[in-house]
Each structure stands twice: as structure tokens, then as C-alpha cells.
């Protein structure tokens, strides 16, 4: 939003950059700036904090393409526009213009002459907000209140246990500001924490921004998030399903559980451990264990001989009857 002080200040000089800057080097100057004159790296110093507010306010119009525009086009105007008065008398510029406005200068119309083609009310509704000067009846609107600082993307990777249980962790701005940042148990992976009042400040005494902060959370070598449960592959011996056995299975940060495997327990089968998954304001998971039967790879010839005696001792039923049955249909 355009303003009237723009007339007087040269946010191009404050920054130390040319007219023509790129984005990509308006955004370098910036961050070197901002941290060099931020008031938590000069506590107590005024004269930085003033300056940093000069900078904030500078990058804020500059890094914005139609407020640029706007900014530009209103600097242009004030350093070559020319406004004919009836009769054919010139004045210089905005402070004669302006004078005649607001004072108690003439009340008649003015001819605007501006060599870049933008008409007056393009301008001034461009500098006022929309149309906030030529309305219906005429005249000036109030004035809108103090400009509230922008929002800022970040991001941060965070290991499983830390999503899970929740940290205070810190992270740095882009322009070099250390913050403390509470992360809450149970945040899942792609959600998005916002930081309230930490983003760019206002350039005019408003509210700053906030930080919009997405989390990425690592995977765990074991454990898996559904929903607010844990699920853990538990591999189990061809013996401990078979005849039953109780085994160790282990819990995210915490000691181990014995857990009872049934007798003719299959793979697939999930034991569950109440209260032991995420644990959040909203409620509290489940500790899921996917029991897994594990083949073994080699067999001794003893073993082996063993287990064809014991094959032998089984009813002759074929286990896959029913799943070819339902998949002729």
C-alpha cells in the first residue's frame, strides 16, 4: 500500500542498491542488513534500531513487484511532474500540489503532465489504497492503519522421537535472528507451525509477521506413525508361533514389554499395547506389534531331517485351497 512519505524517501539509497536491483540482490543486501542492524544484535542502541526499521520498511516496498511499481512511478512524478493552473501558471511539484489540496490554496482544477503516461487517478489510487482519493463524492478517506509485517516460509527436519515426544528447538531467520521454537508432540511429517510475531517486522509500527514453519520428520529404523498409533514388525520364530511363547518387544524411548504370542499365531497378526503410541492434547495411541514369522534361511541336515519328520505328522490339507477357490470365482 502506497503512502505519502514515499515523495521523500529514497529506499534505493537506504539499501545501498541501484535502481535497477534484482530481487536475488535486493534479498542479499537485505538479510546483510537486517543482520547487522537487528535490535537483538544491538541491544539498547536506538540509532540501530531505527536503521533496522529504515531497512525493514525499504525491503518491505522494494521486494514487492506492484508496490515497487507504485513506489517508482510516485518517485518519478515527484522529481518531474509539472501541474498547469488555469490561466497557464505551472507549479514545480507535489509540495505546491499538495499545498493547494490540503492548504488554502485554489480550489480550481489542475492539468496533470507526467511524460510516463500515468494518469492522476491512476496514481492516487494506486498511492491511496484503491481509490481511496477521486470517490463518489470526491476528497480523501481515512487513513488506513499501520501496515502489519509480513509472513515468512521456513522450514525445519526433525528426527521421529523429537515429532513424536515434542522439543524446544532452535532454528535461525533468514536474516540471521536465533528463535526458540516449541515443537508439539505428535507433529506429523508436512505439517505447518506457525510462529506468531516472529515474521518480517512492520515498516510502519504495525504488527509483525509470522513465521509459517513446514516440518519434515525423518523416518525411524522401527517404528512407523498411523495416526496416533505406533506400528513395529516383531519377527517370532516358526517354534514361538507355533507352541506359543512371550517374547520382548520394544517401545519408542521407553523399556522394552513382554507381550504373550498365542499358540498357531500367523504372520500379520498385530498385537496391541494400550496407551503406549503418540502421545498428544488430543489423545493418546497405541503401541501396534505386526508379528512376523521368520523362516530360517539355512537349515543343518539335522534340522532339516527334523523338520520333514514333523511335515510328515501334518494333515494332508492344502493352505492356499480357498485363496485359488475365491480366485476362480
Do not use: C
Amino acid at each position: 500500500m502506497a503512502s505519502q512519505d514515499w515523495f521523500d524517501k529514497d529506499f534505493y539509497k537506504v539499501l545501498g542498491v541501484s535502481k535497477d536491483v534484482t530481487p536475488a540482490e535486493l534479498k542479499k543486501v537485505y538479510r546483510k542488513l537486517a543482520r547487522k542492524y537487528h535490535p537483538d544484535s544491538n541491544p539498547g542502541d536506538a540509532a540501530a534500531e531505527a536503521r533496522f526499521k529504515e531497512i525493514s520498511e525499504a525491503h518491505s516496498v522494494l521486494s514487492d513487484p506492484e508496490q515497487r511499481k507504485e513506489y517508482d512511478q510516485i518517485r518519478a512524478m515527484g522529481s518531474g511532474a509539472r501541474f498547469t493552473a488555469p490561466g497557464g501558471a505551472q507549479s514545480g511539484g507535489f509540495d505546491d500540489v499538495f499545498g493547494g489540496m490540503f492548504g488554502g490554496g485554489g480550489r480550481q482544477g489542475y492539468t496533470f503532465q507526467q511524460g510516463g503516461g500515468a494518469g492522476f487517478d491512476d496514481i492516487f489510487g494506486g498511492m491511496f489504497g484503491g481509490g481511496r482519493y477521486g470517490n463518489a463524492t470526491g476528497g480523501f478517506r481515512g487513513a488506513a492503519g499501520p501496515t502489519r509485517g509480513r509472513d515468512i516460509a521456513a522450514s525445519t527436519t526433525l528426527d521421529f522421537i523429537t515429532a513424536t515426544k515434542g522439543d524446544t528447538i532452535q532454528l535461525q531467520t533468514s536474516d540471521g535472528r536465533p528463535i526458540n521454537v516449541k515443537i508439539p508432540a505428535g507433529v506429523a511429517d508436512g505439517q505447518k507451525i506457525k510462529l506468531r510475531g516472529k515474521g518480517e517486522p512492520s515498516p510502519d509500527g504495525g504488527a509483525a509477521g509470522d513465521i509459517v514453519l513446514t516440518v519434515t520428520v525423518r523416518k525411524h529404523p522401527v517404528f512407523e506413525r498411523d495416526g496416533l498409533n505406533l506400528r513395529v514388525n516383531v519377527p517370532v520364530t516358526f517354534a514361538e508361533a507355533a507352541l506359543g511363547a512371550t517374547i520382548e518387544v520394544p517401545t519408542l524411548g521407553g523399556d522394552p514389554v513382554r507381550l504373550r504370542v498365542a499358540p498357531g499365531t500367523p504372520s500379520g497378526r498385530v498385537l496391541r499395547v494400550k496407551g503406549r503410541g503418540v502421545q498428544t492434547n488430543k489423545g493418546t495411541g497405541d503401541l501396534l506389534a505386526i508379528v512376523q514369522v521368520a523362516v530360517p534361511s539355512h537349515l543343518s541336515s539335522d534340522a532339516e531331517a527334523a523338520l520333514k519328520e514333523f511335515a510328515a505328522t501334518l494333515p494332508k490339507e492344502n493352505p492356499r485351497e480357498d485363496l485359488l477357490a475365491r480366485a476362480r470365482g
